[in-house]
Structure formats: C-alpha cells, structure tokens
Nanobody
Framework: VQLVESGGGLVQPGGSLRLSCAAS????????MSWARQAPGKGLEWVSGIYSDGSTYYADSMKGRFTISRDNAKNTVYLQMNSLKPEDTAVYYCAMRQSDTITTNLGEYDYWGQGTQVTVSS
C-alpha cells in the first residue's frame, strides 16, 4: 500500500488549496479513505472521510469549507479547502483502514501517507 499526498503550499487567509492523495497497492475503488492533519505542536486531528459509495463525512470545524472527493479511475482522493484560516496550518495526511471504514480514532488507521504541508499566512 502506498499513499502519496501532494498539493500543499503557502496560501493567504481566505484562499483555497486542493490536496491530492494518489493511492496504489490495494483496491482503491472499494476502500474508504480519510484525511487527517497535525498542526504545529498539536496532535493528529481527523478531518474528513469518504466511503466507496461516495458518502462523505467531516469534522465539525471543516463543514462548509472543505470538500472531500474521489476519482476511482485515477485512484486518487482529493481535499478541496476553501476559506482557509491560519489555524488550518498543518501537515495534512491521507489515511486508510484495512476494514474499509472511517473512524475519527486515528490510532485505528493502518496506512498513512508522508503528508503535505499547508501554511496559511499573510
């Protein structure tokens, strides 16, 4: 299993970024995928998840600003982030559980990407 994130960078408050996670080594189309993040000096935080049927879930603080989606033909999951705030600054990770379910308990995820840095600053 390999998960490779990309798309991070420096953006001004109020701006947008789209993160990508390219997956390989498993049947992506039937797998649930999640995004998590770790802000400087803080613990990991679950952000969003998407099931194989396209149903989506979000942490309360991200609802209305972040959108998770997937392209099964490209084995890729995306995180569109709008109206970014300085407190969104973090390393963002893609994660997957072998049970193909989504949980906010990040200790239950089996596979992680290397992360991509998002910095929101003027």
């Amino acid at each position: 299993v390999q998960l490779v994130e990309s798309g991070g960078g420096l953006v001004q408050p109020g701006g947008s970024l789209r993160l990508s996670c390219a997956a390989s080594g498993f049947t992506f189309s039937s797998s649930a995928m999640s995004w998590a993040r770790q802000a400087p000096g803080k613990g990991l935080e679950w952000v969003s998840g998407i099931y194989s049927d396209g149903s989506t879930y979000y942490a309360d603080s991200m609802k209305g600003r972040f959108t998770i989606s997937r392209d099964n033909a490209k084995n890729t999951v995306y995180l569109q982030m709008n109206s970014l705030k300085p407190e969104d600054t973090a390393v963002y990770y893609c994660a997957m559980r072998q049970s193909d379910t989504i949980t906010t308990n990040l200790g239950e995820y089996d596979y992680w990407g290397q992360g991509t840095q998002v910095t929101v600053s003027s």
